[in-house]
């Protein structure tokens, strides 16, 4: 259950929101007053009166202060033109109309959940269990994840045991074959950078149970986005710089998220929060350089880059394996370059597919 505070004045609405968002959201109301006492957050729910105007005057200059990017949103009547007027004027980022559904609060705060999570997988996906549980597992820790509840370490566990099966028995070609042909964007990744990952823990013959640490990153690393809007992480072209900088959150967001979950090994945290630092301090969230980086997130960032590079996109066809391979050559000083190295029989062996 995701916990939201919603800034209301009328006990009976509010009444009536709880209702409506049973199940989804666990409210809890503040007033006006109460909310203008400290700075306006990330993301800010209304359920007030929009005729009030001496309190809405207080309310345009605050939320003159809202974070840029910050979600304003305001529940308002379907025929009331002059709320949604007012509501806008004040600064809204969205007006959702009575009755609210849940799902679709939730879309607006956090991207669109729904199309995530209830992705219906090709037959060819299907067919294999160890996809099928895997992509079963990524939908519940994205959903998770976007509603605020704690992930289910066991399940992940198990399911990443699977993609090391499955890798190992069949090669890491099956796997992105299979892989490469789900719809979605975002598990499409995640389940490409598992299958390099373990594919290139057993190039390198790293212990089993680090084998299992990489299948179980290379499905939760990317789970931040799923508090990134779908229109940014979903978005059929390049991200101009506001964009960017609203994607590189999902590092942090990622953390976030795992952080309550009991019993997450540290090195799991360090590879959700770190992939994307490089070994220069030219990477984000935190800019670390080589002495912070593990062996570990080394793999992972480098299964991560490739990953990208050889996905199948609707704008842009994907880079064969020995394309890829060299952009992270080319990457120097960012990457492990004895682990790129060791990388590269696996880039061969993503060449076949990417080429297809
Ligand atoms: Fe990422
Ligand atoms: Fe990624």
């Not at 004027?89 to 969205?94: F, I, Q, S, V």
């Not at 679709?104 to 549980?133: C, F, H, Q």
């Not at 990524?138 to 992930?151: D, K, R, V």
């Not at 212990?207 to 229109?231: E, N, T, V, W, Y």
Request: net charge negative; glycine share 8%.
């Amino acid at each position: 259950m995701y916990h939201l505070t919603v800034i209301a004045d009328d006990r009976a609405n509010t009444d009536v929101l709880r209702k409506q968002l049973a199940g989804i959201f666990d409210i809890e109301t503040e007033t006006v007053e109460e909310a203008i006492r400290s700075s306006p957050g990330a993301a800010t729910v209304f359920d007030i009166n929009l005729s009030d105007e001496p309190s809405l005057l207080k309310l345009k200059s605050w939320l003159g202060r809202k974070p840029a990017n910050a979600k304003v949103i305001f529940l308002a009547d379907r025929t009331s033109h002059l709320q949604h007027a007012r509501a806008y004027a004040l600064g809204a980022t969205d007006v959702l109309h009575r009755p609210i559904d849940g799902r679709e609060l939730l879309a607006r705060l956090w991207g669109d959940v729904t199309s995530l999570s209830s992705d219906p997988a090709n037959a060819a996906i299907r067919k294999s269990p160890a996809v099928a549980s895997a992509i079963d597992t990524l939908q519940n820790i994205f959903s998770s994840a976007c509603l605020g509840e704690p992930l289910d370490a066991k399940s992940i566990d198990s399911a990443g045991d699977n993609v090391v099966g499955h890798v190992e028995t069949h090669g890491l070609t099956a796997w992105i074959d299979t892989v490469r042909t789900h719809h979605s964007a975002t598990y499409q990744h995640c389940l490409l950078v598992t299958g390099l990952a373990v594919a290139f823990g057993q190039q390198i013959r790293v212990s089993r149970a680090d084998r299992q640490r990489l299948s179980f990153a290379g499905m939760l690393h990317d789970i931040g986005k799923a508090r990134i809007p779908l229109a940014i992480l979903e978005k059929p072209g390049r991200l101009d710089d506001d964009e960017m900088a609203v994607m590189k959150k999902h590092a942090q967001y990622g953390f976030d998220a795992l952080a309550t979950a009991p019993g997450l090994p540290t090195e799991m945290l360090d590879m959700v929060v770190h992939h994307h630092e490089y070994l220069d301090g030219s990477g984000y969230p935190h800019g670390i350089g080589a002495s912070e980086i593990s062996d570990l997130v080394r793999m992972i960032t480098i299964a991560d880059v490739f990953g990208a590079l050889i996905e199948r996109r609707s704008y842009k066809p994907p880079l064969s394996g020995l394309a890829a391979y060299n952009v992270l050559l080319d990457m120097g000083p960012k990457l492990d370059k004895d682990l790129v190295r060791a990388f590269e029989p696996v880039a061969s062996l993503g060449r076949n597919q990417a080429s297809g």
